[in-house]
């Protein structure tokens, strides 16, 4: 296909001149009928040589250079709970990335509305600036366009929320469960293939008193990547997950509450007996045990009574009581 240029331009006129038609000027350039068309009836002209052309570069080069030298407060250099939100989104479904015409962006494209405007409302606190938002099929995309946020931003060591106030931490979890987490029947569970990521939300949860499932690997389906997660189980564990972290996206908010209205405070005693009965009878294990009992215990649960010991509470009171 043929440049369209001003020499190209100017050899279509020259042909029409000479009383050429636009298809056979098409055909003896390698021009597509419909721009030769645009030429020589509709009086367009190349990209290269149009006034407006001309004026969209001119207004798109100021925006360039105002994006480019928009600068942050200094406030934005602390750590904040805003920041800390911005910050377990990027680590998740949000993103920092240089664009191929010089624009820098932190973004987060999500079909979640809520999850989107409370990404942007965050930003908007933590530098003053509101983000540019976009619609696309059933996407929303949330655009922060500056050179000083996506360098700072992508130069940041997470590890050091670890030195955070508690607030600072609760947020940094929000945004991360927010892209990565999901409410399961009995749990909530988060995962990522970074393993150094993962161990830090592990440390942060524990700051708060929450506690969690050793991690699980598994292998993605392209066989390159490695997955890592992990879940936080019970009923107290949710009820403070869901008191000191939480989520922005409502389905998930109202998951959450719901499974933690169905748990039970306390496993059944006849569960516990029925459990230990099969395996001392049939030398079940954990697993089998749990589809026999019709999954009214967890398999966690059940693997903690019968390899390590453990015993529900009301189990150990009644036998305090019977000593």
Not at 20 to 46: A, E, F, H, M, Q
Not at 160 to 167: D, M, N, R, T
Not at 305 to 317: F, Q
Request: include cysteine.
């Amino acid at each position: 296909m043929v440049r369209r240029d001003l020499s190209v331009y100017l050899k279509v006129m020259k042909l029409r001149e000479n009383g050429l038609g636009n298809r056979r000027i098409s055909k003896k350039l390698d021009l597509p009928l419909s721009t030769v068309s645009d030429w020589i009836y509709r009086d367009k002209k190349p990209h290269s040589i149009s006034e407006k052309w001309e004026k969209t570069k001119r207004e798109n080069s100021v925006r360039l250079k105002r994006i480019l030298t928009k600068k942050l407060p200094e406030s934005c250099y602390k750590i904040s709970k805003e920041l800390a939100y911005i910050l377990g989104v990027v680590a998740g479904d949000g993103f920092v990335c240089k664009c191929v015409n010089r624009a820098y962006i932190v973004g987060l494209s999500v079909i979640d509305k809520d999850f989107a405007y409370t990404f942007k409302k965050n930003i908007k606190k933590w530098c003053g600036y509101s983000p540019s938002v976009y619609y696309y099929k059933n996407m929303i995309r949330v655009y922060f366009y500056s050179f000083e946020a996506y360098k700072f931003i992508k130069s940041f060591d997470v590890n050091f929320l670890l030195c955070a106030k508690s607030i600072e931490k609760s947020f940094f979890l929000k945004g991360f469960f927010d892209s990565e987490g999901h409410v399961g029947k009995r749990h909530v569970s988060i995962g990522n293939t970074n393993l150094g990521l993962v161990n830090l939300t592990r440390k942060l949860l524990i700051f708060l008193g929450i506690r969690y499932t050793k991690i699980y690997v598994k292998k993605l389906k392209d066989g390159e990547k490695t997955f890592y997660y992990f879940y936080v189980w019970g009923k107290e564990n949710l009820r403070k997950f869901q008191r000191y972290v939480n989520f922005s996206i409502k389905r998930k908010i109202d998951k959450l509450t719901e499974i933690i209205q169905n748990l039970r405070d306390e496993y059944a005693t006849e569960d516990y007996y029925k459990v230990m009965e099969l395996r001392n009878k049939y030398g079940f294990g954990a697993k089998k045990l749990s589809i026999l009992i019709e999954d009214r215990v967890p398999f966690s649960v059940i693997s903690n009574w019968i390899y390590r010991g453990h015993l529900p509470s009301n189990v150990k009171g009644e036998l305090k009581s019977f000593v």
